[in-house]
């Protein structure tokens, strides 16, 4: 399972949950409702596919990369040290 950065080879479905509003509405109670949802159904699953995760704290990315992560890290230290490649799900350099 660690020939890629793919981690969930292994995993047959994938849930992609997404959510919408109309556009002169505030998103924060729509955003936290979502966040909040996903909190409950996260626990149940072996992680997510990297392109469809947004904004989450390193520990999650770290988590979500496995036993791939250290490997993944080494890499972005060497070819991305000024993490130009940052709007994915990004590993951080610096960690």
Known sequence: MDATAFAHRHVKHDTLMLMDWPVDADPTSHISWLREYWNTVEPHTRGAYASDIGDVSQDTVHR?????YDRLLA???????G???RLNTNIEPTM
């Open 64 to 68: 979500n990369y496995g036993s791939n």
């Open 75 to 81: 890499l972005k230290k060497q070819y991305d040290p």
């Open 83 to 85: 993490n130009l490649f």
